[in-house]
Antibody, heavy 121, light 107 residues
Framework: EVQLLESGGDLVQPGGSLTVSCAAS????????MIWVRQAPGKGLEWVSA????????FYADSVKGRFTISRDNSKNTLSLQMTSLRADDTALYYC??????????????WGQGTLVTVSS | DIQMTQSPYSLSASVGDRVTITCRAS??????LAWYQQKSGKAPKRLIY???NLLNGVPSRFSGSGSGTEFTLTISSLQPEDFATYYCLQHYSHSPTFGQGTKVEIK
């Protein structure tokens, strides 16, 4: 059974940094792209970032480019999102999702349960 | 960025009604479009890929159509478990974008 478990969400001050992670199990991790999607409280979904199965290709939304870095450790089946220069509008529930192939930006099912990042002073 | 304009923002419908949701892209995206369903407090679930292909296990009352810039998701006979928010996602560009969502509520 595919399982994704996000962690690392926290309250952080504007301008601060935070890394959220996603532990994956139940599938051959290095064969699938991984994607981050976020959802601000009471708002819609926003695609954030994706990384290919081997880690060689990364993609970002314009809203986070230059501030966020996606990475993966295929030896530990772990996906990470390093976030810097955080702003209030980065406040959201951050979901990780598995792609349907090694090179895709499209979230497949299942998704994790999300980890909450709150940016506030 | 490719903008996805979804309509309506919300709708009220009764069990058994036919429901249609539209997504318009700011430029042509071929059929690089997926539809997701999100129930309250839950993670989204993908229903349709490549604009018109149902994923395994998705009831046949759901259907998708369109290509280029205009796409529709249709629920032929709304069931109680279909009350949720629906999102389109374009993945033609390397920076995919979701529509704003359509909340389907009980009339």
């Amino acid at each position: 059974e595919v399982q994704l478990l996000e962690s690392g969400g926290d309250l952080v001050q504007p301008g601060g940094s935070l890394t959220v992670s996603c532990a994956a199990s139940g599938f051959t991790f290095n064969m699938y792209a991984m994607i981050w999607v976020r959802q601000a409280p009471g708002k819609g979904l926003e695609w954030v970032s994706a990384i290919s199965g081997g880690g060689g290709s990364t993609f970002y939304a314009d809203s986070v480019k230059g501030r966020f870095t996606i990475s993966r450790d295929n030896s530990k089946n772990t996906l990470s999102l390093q976030m810097t220069s955080l702003r209030a509008d980065d406040t959201a529930l951050y979901y990780c999702a598995k792609g349907s192939s090694g090179h895709t930006t499209v979230p497949d099912d299942p998704w994790g349960q999300g980890t909450l990042v709150t940016v506030s002073s | 960025d490719i903008q996805m304009t979804q309509s309506p923002y919300s709708l009220s419908a009764s069990v058994g009604d036919r429901v249609t949701i539209t997504c318009r892209a700011s430029q042509g995206i071929r059929n690089d479009l997926a539809w997701y369903q999100q129930k309250s407090g839950k993670a989204p679930k993908r229903l349709i890929y490549a604009a018109s292909n149902l994923l395994n296990g998705v009831p046949s009352r759901f259907s998708g159509s369109g290509s280029g810039t205009e796409f529709t998701l249709t629920i032929s006979s709304l069931q109680p478990e279909d009350f949720a928010t629906y999102y389109c996602l374009q993945h033609y560009s390397h920076s995919p974008t979701f529509g704003q969502g359509t909340k389907v509520e009980i009339k």
